[in-house]
Structure formats: C-alpha cells, structure tokens
C-alpha cells in the first residue's frame, strides 16, 4: 500500500499535467539542457503554484514527512517533480534542519543537465551547506567527483552562501576552498559555474575575488577572468555596451 508521502507526490505530479506545454520539452531534449528524465514540459510559475497548494497541504505534518515527499518525488523520476520536491522541502525549515549529507545525495540523485543541478544547489545543497547540514569535507568531495553534474553542483552550493538574494551573508573561505578545485578547469559547464561562484562572492568580498584571479591567473579559463572582472569592475556579468565601444575606440588609437 503507498506510504502519505507516495501518494502525496503522485498528487503532486498529477497537478502539473493540465499546465504542460510541449515545447518546452526541446529544451531538455535538444542539447541546451539535455537530460535522460523524464520532461513534462511545465513552466517554473506553474510548479511553483503546485508547490504552494502542496505545502499547504502538508502543513501540520511533521519535517519527516516532508523530507519523504521530497524524496518520493525525486523517485518518480520527472524533472519537474523533483524540483517540485525540493521547494517544497525548501519552504521547510524544520525539514531543512534534518537534512544530512546522505540524504542531500538522494535528493540529488540523478540530476543530469544543468538546469536541475542548479536549482537544486541553490534551493537545497547551499542552503544546507550554509545551516552546517553539510560539511565542509562533503562538499569537497563533490567537487572531486569524476560526475560533473556532482562537480557544478559543488561550485553552484556557495552561491547561497554570499549571494544577496538567496540569503548569503558572505564566506569567502567556503567558496574560494571550492573554487581552487576549478581553476584549471576547461570543461565549459564547470567554467560557466565557476564564474558565477566568483560574481557571488564578489557582492560580500571582491578583494579577496582579485586576490583569488590574480593567484590563478596564468591558468583560469578565459571566460572566467573576462566575466569576473568585469563583475568587479562594473557591478555587471557583462560590461555595458557603451562602455565596450569606447574600450574598442581606445584599443584602436
């Protein structure tokens, strides 16, 4: 007989059905964002009102339960119900406070394209990182991982340790000990990720970002450095157009 937690998710998938829209299945079947699970092809705001109407629901029930729900979503194997899954834990606090290194592994598991490794870093990975549900020896060993999807999740966890908007109050120390596993690194999706840890931190400590480039310098990939410095620089991932032509106009004088 399904346990609550298994019928709850398969409620849970259910009312994402009516808001699917086909095209955006070739996202994750066309290369961009590749991925073996199974794709409904429902937008985010559509999920998130299913993550709403289930945390709603599930109220009263105790963080186990939660963390169940979670996990069983996980389990059907659908790309949006697994996102589902973790704000709705995320919404959590007390389920948040149970999480342990092992259960964040099953949670993840089977994450395998960028958009799902990223929401789950952001929502649940960095989140747990920064409350001391995960070690700082379990990150680490992410980021040795021979899986790069466990690899970008390891860089994409200390962006909610500093980025303003998801709560970060700033660690240097966390994010650059992750960032030196990557700064030799070519593969483009890790390089991508690796930016966006640096631009994080740059918000709560951007010296210690232009230590961290000057340092690394001679091996960092090159959109790496062009990204991050411009993010010193300006504010901005990408410098203002403006501000580019009259850099060109100098350049050729």
Known sequence: MPSRAELVAARAERALAPSVVPERRE????????SR???????VPAIRAVVRQISREL???????????????????????????????ARRADAMAVLSPRLIDRLSAGNDNWASVDGFATTIAGPAWRLGRVTDSHAKRWARSQDRWRRRMALVSTVPLNAVSRGGAGDARRTLMIAG??????????????????????????????????????????????????????GRKQRPRALRRNERRSDGA
């Open 59 to 89: 109220r009263a029930d105790p963080p186990d339960v939660i963390v169940k729900v979670a996990l069983a979503l996980v389990h059907r194997g659908s790309l949006e119900g697994r996102q589902a899954g973790w704000e709705i834990l």
């Open 37 to 43: 699970l199974r794709v409904l092809g429902v937008p």
């Open 181 to 234: 596993h990557f700064a030799r690194e070519r593969d483009p999706m890790l390089a991508k990720a690796l930016s966006w840890a640096l631009r994080a931190l740059v918000e709560r400590d951007p010296a210690a970002v232009r230590r961290f480039l000057q340092r690394h310098a001679a091996t960092l990939p090159a959109v790496v450095r062009r990204e991050v410095t411009t993010k010193l620089d300006t």
């Open 27 to 34: 996202v994750f079947t066309s290369g961009y964002a590749f």
